[in-house]
């Protein structure tokens, strides 16, 4: 291997970190914890967008690292974190797959995203492309997340990690996006989170459970037409 | 075959031997510190070692000789594969008999034999720590071998002094590849070491036992044997990880005597620390139940697996 | 062209056709057991002998041809001996001379069918596994296929007065024949619009894209049927079993290895040129057959069918390794396809010997003891000590420890592996070294599944008091376990020799050759300049000096005497026989953790059972999904067509005057 400048070398390990924090956020089963890997996660996109801004010099990505420190890192945890101890949900439900068919099916995954970015890689000109694999592979193993878990909350944490991805997959291929993308971007989140809130307590209080197999009771029954 | 090669590759050997119950009484040590009481003596298995040797073996009345020649097996193969794995320097004429294939295949030997022997005697104690030393070994082995293979793929070469070599002399930088491996890594040593979390090797209750049900029936030399085998694996491993991720220090290409004698301190300075890592890393966890043992060791599989992938991809 | 003589292709002909004789021969006496299997028996395996050594002595000669007047008139049958062929022909000659020495000792009176049957059975199917090998037009082939099944099968149903005999060997016969069928429309598709059925026209025709794939894809399903890949596995858990256990080594060590030979010659010799993902989806049917064998051999308790699920595992690594051949070959990298094809023709030869050794070994524990189930054996290893050794060597040879031989074919396999990340396509490269890793774990379970096979049965004390009586095997037994126990060592320690006689073979399937060999003759490196070498000589002296290194300075200095006692019981003063692991006690580790793959049922005890009963069947799940709602939408199928037989005469004359008429009207 010819001598790779630090900073690059930082940021590829950045993005294995992301890899593997989306793994530890698949196996993880206490909600507590799944909220911190999110910060973490968070403090990991900081790094990257710290070492990003210092390699290229754009300063706006320094705009962006701040409002990812604000947002992602002290915002949202933290507003998690209140949802869970009001909510009292700290454990989730046994998940739909078990933990090493989810391993495996996320191993499958990685793969599939690795191949699929390897074309798109070769039309970026950033030098951070090789890690856009990375970012598709963060955002679909969230979306897996979000599919094989049982309680709500530890759904919201996918669909956080999910835009923690997509904000990577931005930054390595385009050096982030426009700021009013940006901006728009994370005013929805955060919306969307505290929209979430309020629907969580409404769930809480229609089924006394934040199990989401309980919302399956809404559905249209054959028998049901009948008056039965 | 340089004459500084043979004699590097029977300092090793000495090395591997003397040094191999001194690891074991430092790890020990280590743990007792950590846990706030006072350690026996570093030199206590020593002297265990040497206390056995000198007894009588008593055997049980239906062992077979399986059962008496396994002891010499698995302490002839441990000691065989200390002469393949690079402690001191890189160039061995063992290499090319055996490759990091053939040395993952000789530890597995050992465990066969070892199993074979527990079965032997035909008691629920040394079945039951053939069934469960088999099933670490069985989910042990392939993450041990994906850990080989993304050293194989970043060095293009299997053996294992040739890695090293390759590892020890390449520019300076951060490989989150073999950041995963090492981790991998390091589970799968405490793993097949058994060591806590898959096993306490300090327990007494047989129904907890992994390791120690398989040596219930062994005595006096067979023991010794035994023991000294178990210590020299321990010894093995932490050399193959030094092998593979903290190569800088092994007397590579055509250093002389001087590399050599320099290795020495090298390798005695990354024993402690190992040592001190290992203590700490057993204090802090606990044992985990059986059945929980082939998640840890997935998790390891899927540690090196992530790094080979990872390899692929960033070619780091 | 009749054959010359004096030419290998006539001494291997002529050989097959004494096979034949003898076979005839234990006809004029059936019953006599000194003359069939005293006399017989070790006659055919001189010629099995003989064989092997025109095989091996050929190895490097140009193909030779020939052409025999007999069959159909306008279709005689074809014969060709080219690299292929002697290399397996090779592998029957080996194998079968060790099983038929071990046979001549096996046979003993018993009902079923008679000695004399047996053999004539037993050497026609020995001499048509013969001339497949040989066939060079599909006629002869396909006659020679059937004559396999067929007296395979009758073979199988030795002892046809059990009804789960019956019902294997009608298992078998079906899906041999689904297979055969196949099989049959994969050489249709190859005739490539010539209609001449020989291998030479297939060989020039060139297929278009779609029915190359067609032929292949038939190929593999045909012949997967007879290896056993999964889902077309089922037969053999129940065949191998069921036969008489020289047969079983026949079947397992040979017979799936024709269905190896047919699958290359069709790929890689017939269609010539095959593209890369073929070998992708070979190389998953492997993977998956590989892991599902090995996973299901742990959890048996017994020991035949042990075997049998093992060589579905084994079958399934040579695939893997075909289909990593294919992809090489597809890819345009020759050299890779031929260390792959290096790894498949080493890794065959060596699961003949081992599966071969291992079904013998528990032949003579049968013939010994009467016992086939692991619950009822235990503690051989005193009464059987030579059947324990060389049973040994095969058991260790299975787990893939070095220095036995099936590390070197596995040695090879990874090597080949290591090398697939340069493919250049895109999730190909990435997915390969993920099935190095499934072909690792099989490796490894395989190990798990060895000690559970020689543990339960030859270690620990036994586990029925009819035990004391068993008698170590005889001295023709004896002989077959010493042949092919030696045959493994010697595929272990000369896999240099051995790679050098492969490589004409490999040259001639793949277009490409190993780069020149720089190593001296007791070093294995296939790929020079890459420090990837590995010596099993040099292995086994070093570790035998260390062990005799060690024997020697502990009695120097510290030998002490030894004295017997009991084994240690942890202050529980009864423990028995019974406490030990049985062969499901063994195998629960598995269970539990590949509990997906079972289809578990289980009777628990309560605790108000006067008679506490506990029960476990392991089904097969394939079974369950896929054969039973297939046999029943069969069975439907068919009642749908019962409407025809009315019973009544008229009807049925009726028939035939519908058809008479429709005829007439259609010719003129």
């Not at chain 3, 060895?450 to 170590?472: C, N, S």
């Amino acid at each position: 291997m010819s001598a790779v400048p630090l900073t690059l070398q930082l940021l590829n390990f950045c993005a294995a970190l992301l890899l593997l924090l989306s793994f530890a956020m698949l196996s993880q089963r206490r909600v507590v914890n799944l909220v911190n890997l999110l910060a973490v996660q968070g403090s990991v996109l900081l790094l990257a967008t710290l070492l990003l801004a210092a390699r290229t010099g754009q300063h706006h990505l320094y705009l962006s690292a701040a409002l990812t420190l604000g947002l992602k890192v002290i915002l949202l945890p933290w507003l998690l974190h209140r949802l869970i101890r009001r909510l009292g949900v700290y454990w989730d439900a046994e998940p739909l797959l078990n933990i090493s068919g989810t391993m495996l099916l996320g191993v499958l995954i990685v793969v599939f995203a690795f191949g699929l970015a390897q074309p798109i890689s070769q039309l970026a000109s950033t030098a951070t492309r090789n890690a856009i694999g990375i970012a598709v592979a963060v955002v679909l193993l969230s979306f897996l997340m979000m599919i094989t878990r049982r309680k709500a909350m530890s759904q919201v944490v996918g669909f956080l990690s999910m835009e923690n991805g997509l904000f990577f997959g931005a930054m390595s291929a385009t050096y982030g996006m426009p700021m009013v993308v940006e901006f728009g971007v994370a005013l929805d989140v955060l919306v969307a989170v505290l929209v979430l809130g309020i629907f969580f307590f409404q769930i809480r209080e229609q089924f006394d459970s934040l199990d989401l197999h309980h919302l399956e009771t809404l559905r249209e029954e054959a028998g049901q037409r009948r008056g039965t | 075959m340089r004459p500084i090669e043979i004699v590097t590759q029977l300092l090793e050997l000495a090395a591997a031997l003397a040094a191999a119950p001194l690891f074991v009484g430092w790890i020990n040590q280590c743990r007792a510190w950590l846990q706030n009481r006072s350690a026996p003596s570093i030199w206590l298995p020593y002297r265990g070692i040497r206390k056995l040797f000198h007894k009588d073996a008593v055997i049980a009345g239906n062992a077979s000789q399986l059962f008496r020649l396994a002891p010499y097996i698995t302490f002839g193969a441990m000691v065989a594969a200390a002469g393949i794995i690079p402690s001191m320097g890189t160039r061995l004429p063992f290499t090319r008999i055996a490759d990091a294939i053939a040395l993952v295949g000789l530890l597995a030997t050992a465990r066969v034999f070892m199993s074979l022997a527990a079965m032997d005697v035909g008691t629920a104690f040394g079945t039951l720590g053939a069934r469960r030393e088999m099933m670490v070994g069985f989910l042990a082995e392939p993450a041990l071998l994906m850990i080989i293979f993304v050293a194989s793929l970043i060095s293009a070469t299997t053996a294992l002094p040739a890695i090293t070599e390759h590892l020890a002399t390449q520019t300076l930088g951060l490989y989150p590849s073999l950041a995963f491996t090492a981790v991998a890594f390091t589970m799968v040593l405490l793993a097949e070491n058994a060591r806590i979390p898959i096993d306490n090797p300090a327990t007494h209750l047989e129904l907890t036992m992994i390791h120690e049900a398989m040596l219930l029936e062994y005595s006096a030399r067979h023991l010794a044997l035994m023991e000294w085998a178990a210590a020299l694996k321990l010894f093995n491993y932490a050399c193959i990880g030094f092998a593979l991720f903290i190569p800088w220090g092994v007397s590579t290409g055509q250093g002389g005597p001087l590399a050599l004698l320099a290795s020495i301190p090298l390798l005695a300075g990354k024993l402690i620390a190992a040592g001190g890592v290992l203590a700490l890393i057993e204090t802090v966890s606990a044992k985990l139940r059986v059945f929980r043992a082939p998640e840890f060791l997935a998790t390891a599989f899927l540690f090196a697996v992530l790094g080979l992938l990872v390899h692929l991809l960033l070619g780091a | 062209m009749t054959p010359a003589p004096h030419s290998p292709l006539t001494a291997c002909l002529a050989l097959l056709v004494l096979w034949g004789l003898i076979g005839v021969a234990g006809l004029a006496r059936p019953t006599s057991l000194r003359y069939v299997a005293r006399t017989l028996f070790p006659l055919s395996a001189l010629i099995s002998v003989a064989l092997a050594a025109v095989a091996v002595w050929s190895l490097s000669g140009a193909p030779e041809r020939a052409i025999l007047v007999i069959g159909l008139p306008d279709l005689p049958v074809h014969l060709r001996l080219d690299g292929l062929s002697r290399v397996f022909l090779f592998l029957l000659g080996a194998a079968s001379a060790g099983i038929s020495v071990f046979a001549a000792g096996y046979f003993r009176r018993g009902h079923g069918t008679s000695a004399g049957l047996l053999c004539l059975q037993y050497h026609l199917f020995l001499a048509s596994m013969g001339l497949v090998m040989l066939a060079d037009d599909a006629y002869a082939f396909m006659v020679a296929w059937e004559t396999m099944a067929l007296s395979s099968y009758f073979l199988v149903t030795t002892q046809h007065s059990l009804p789960e005999i019956r019902r294997a060997g009608f298992l078998y016969l079906l899906i041999a024949h689904v297979g055969a069928i196949a099989i049959l429309l994969a050489f249709g598709v190859m005739q490539g619009g010539s209609w001449q059925f020989t291998f030479d026209a297939m060989r020039a025709a060139h297929l278009p894209a779609p029915w190359a794939a067609a032929a292949f894809l038939l190929a593999l399903f045909g012949f997967g049927a007879k290896a056993g890949l999964v889902p077309l596995h089922v037969w053999l858990p129940e065949a191998h079993p069921a036969a008489p256990s020289p047969v079983s080594a026949l079947m397992s060590g040979v017979m799936l290895k024709t269905a190896v030979y047919g699958v290359l010659r069709i790929t890689f010799d017939l269609l010539g040129q095959p593209v890369w993902w073929w070998g992708v989806v070979a190389l998953a049917v492997g993977l998956f057959t590989a892991l599902y064998g090995v996973v299901f051999a742990a959890a048996q308790s017994d020991m035949k069918r042990l075997l049998a699920y093992s060589s579905i595992e084994n079958i399934g690594i040579i695939f893997t390794a075909f289909g990593l051949a294919i992809v090489f070959r597809g890819v345009g990298m020759p050299m890779l396809a031929a260390l792959a094809l290096i790894a498949l023709l080493y890794h065959t030869l060596n699961h003949a010997f081992i599966k071969s050794l291992l079904f013998v070994g528990t032949g003579a524990v049968l013939h010994s003891t009467g016992e086939r189930n692991l619950g009822r054996l235990g503690g051989l290893i005193h009464r059987m000590p030579w059947v324990a050794w060389l049973t040994l060597i095969g058991a260790l040879a299975l787990a893939g420890l070095p220095p036995l031989n099936g590390f070197v074919s596995e040695w090879l396999l990874l090597q080949a592996f290591l090398f697939a990340h340069e493919v250049p396509r895109t999730f190909v490269n990435m997915l390969l070294p993920m099935a190095a890793a499934v072909v690792v774990l099989a490796a490894a379970l395989a190990a798990y599944v060895m000690v559970k096979f020689f543990g339960v049965i030859f270690l620990g004390q036994p586990r029925e008091a009819a035990l004391a009586r068993a008698h170590d095997a005889g001295i023709l037994q004896r002989l077959g376990l010493v042949w092919l126990a030696g045959g493994c060592i010697a595929l272990a320690l000369f896999p240099t020799q051995i790679i050098h006689g492969l490589r004409g073979v490999v040259k001639q399937l793949s277009g490409a050759d190993l780069p020149a060999q720089t190593a001296p003759w007791w070093l294995l490196e296939p790929i020079p300049g890459r420090q990837a070498s590995y010596s099993a000589l040099g292995f086994l002296l070093a570790v035998t000096a260390v062990v005799l290194l060690t024997i020697l300075g502990v009695r120097l200095f510290y030998h002490r005497r030894v004295r017997r006692a009991d084994p240690w019981d942890c202050g529980f003063a009864r423990l028995d026989a019974r406490m030990q692991d049985t062969a499901e006690g063994f195998g629960q580790p598995i269970r539990h953790i590949f509990g997906q793959f079972f289809l578990l049922r289980r009777e628990l005890p309560t605790p108000f059972d006067r008679a506490p009963r506990y029960r476990v069947v392991i089904g097969d799940r394939i079974w369950e999904r896929l054969y039973e709602p297939l046999g029943g939408l069969v069975q439907r199928i068919a009642d749908g067509f019962a409407w025809v037989q009315q019973g009544r005469i008229a009807t049925y004359l009726l028939y035939s005057f519908v058809t008479l008429v429709a005829l007439l009207a259609l010719v003129l």
